[in-house]
């Protein structure tokens, strides 16, 4: 391995690289400006090459400097992070949740008092939304993520397999008796998945089809509410949608079942797979979802069931 600069000109490289002022990084590391200036050229003598231009009141990187910079800045962010990981792993007994709205409130929120029981160590902090969390960034310990295949660096463990199914209120389910009667209806599409419906549509054999009306929400939450209050027809994500507040508000218009393409995953980085936090969230989750996994909703209600009524 070639010899590597002293830690400590490192250092004061990257305090002066990062704050542009010889003054500052001596306030820093607690010596002069003139200790400063002297350490930094001796780091240049030893490289070879200028890393700063010195200007009249001010100092610049030059190419060769920014270029260096980059290396050894995200070593020190690396080191940075590597500690408070380490701090985390002794003393945090705190396990920091990313999850899918519709997730969330179908299946941890109603189980946090069994979670609790089971693990009164563990505390949890569940961060709902759409947006996926960045493992090198965001100060999260586990996600669970809506996937169609496992993602790359990261360990992921299937949980439920889910697949859509038309829903709508009882009221609507004697209007269609098919995936073709879609076209006459309004449909609910969920913003953060544009493109569930059109998926569904072509899987059932009706690709293209275009109806009557559309209506946009945000959330799937959103989408059964609306489509409870009978303002049109939504997918909803079976099995999850049985164990829902709007379950016994929304029947199956028709039997017409189309494979599912995705599935709920519990992701987390590979380094946290032995803490106990995390194997004890997993183990817990998983075996909620096998639960869920077993439960097949209510019977069709078309529209020759209700011509019959």
């Known amino acids: 391995m070639d010899k590597l600069p002293s830690p400590a000109a490192l250092r004061t490289f990257h305090l002066a690289a990062l ?11 607690g010596v002069t400006p003139s200790a400063v200036s002297h350490q930094i050229r001796a780091l ?15 100092i610049e990187l030059t190419p060769e400097g920014e270029f260096y910079w980059s290396f050894i800045r995200r070593g020190f962010e690396t080191m940075a992070e590597g500690t408070a990981r380490l701090r985390e792993r002794e003393t945090d007994n705190v396990l920091r949740v990313s999850a899918l ?29 759409n947006r996926l969390a960045d493992f090198s960034r965001d100060p999260v310990d586990v996600a669970v993520r809506n996937l169609r295949k496992p993602e790359q660096g990261l360990v992921s463990k299937k949980l439920l397999d889910i697949r859509g199914e038309v829903l709508c209120a009882p009221e609507l389910a004697g209007e269609i008796s098919g995936p073709s009667g879609l076209a006459e209806q309004t449909l609910i599409h969920v913003a953060p998945r544009p493109d569930a419906w059109a998926n569904w549509l072509k899987a059932a054999g009706v690709p293209g089809l275009r109806p009557a009306g559309e209506l ?10 609306a489509a409870a209050e009978g303002h049109g027809f939504a997918l909803g994500m079976a099995p999850l949608i049985w164990i829902s507040d709007l379950a016994p508000r929304l029947v199956r218009p028709f039997e017409k079942k189309v494979p599912g393409d995705s599935s709920y995953y519990l992701v987390h980085r590979p380094e946290d797979a032995a803490r106990p936090k995390i ?5 817990w989750i998983s075996g909620e979802m096998k639960a869920v996994s077993r439960l097949r909703g209510p019977q069709t209600q078309s529209r020759s069931f209700r011509n019959k009524a």
Do not use: N
Not at 19 to 29: K, N
């Open 19 to 29: 704050t542009l002022s010889f003054r500052r990084t001596a306030e820093a590391l």
């Open 101 to 129: 709205p519709f997730f969330t409130s179908v299946c941890l929120i109603p189980r946090l008092s069994a979670f609790h029981k089971a693990y009164p160590g563990i505390e949890l902090v569940i961060e709902t939304s």
């Open 44 to 58: 240049e003598r030893e490289l070879g090459t200028p890393l700063f231009r010195r200007l009249t009141r001010a």
């Open 279 to 283: 194997r004890a969230f997993t183990a």
């Open 216 to 225: 946009w929400v945000d959330t799937v939450p959103a989408a059964l509410q």
